[in-house]
């Protein structure tokens, strides 16, 4: 119930105030831990589990799992959306997200500027490109 879960999260705190040099590979077990055991002890479909599943997939993006990050986002959107509604906080936080790493982007430099175009498709074995923009906002390289 609540009191484990908190019990739990309390417990990864403190684990993680110990040692504060987590790289990003050490951040993603954690990551995944943390969201398997949510799973395990609240169900896939409680919010605090798809928030962990969110979680997980900023460590994925972080080092540079894309396609896995894109899946796991993918299926929490659906699941998010199909168990708690479309106006739900966590739905929206996951469809964000599914949305931000489909997006694929361009950059183009020059003498004087830098701009990010969004990448719509490649032609002609990927040596050319269709793209939009600019970008009013620049990309988050995070």
Sequence with gaps: G???VEGFIASVKRDYDK???FDDEDNLKHGQYQYKQ???QLGKHAPLTITAGYNLSLCLHQ???GIETERLL???ASL???VHGADHEVTKMVEWGVRKVKL???GVKSRNRSEDFELLCYQGDGKRCTVQGPLAEPRDTQ
Aim: proline letters at 0%.
């Design 63 to 65: 080092t540079h799992r």
């Design 74 to 76: 993918t299926k929490l």
């Design 19 to 21: 040692d504060s040099s």
């Design 80 to 82: 998010s959306h199909r």
């Design 104 to 106: 694929r982007y361009v």
């Design 38 to 40: 949510m799973a395990e």
């Design 2 to 4: 609540v009191t484990s």
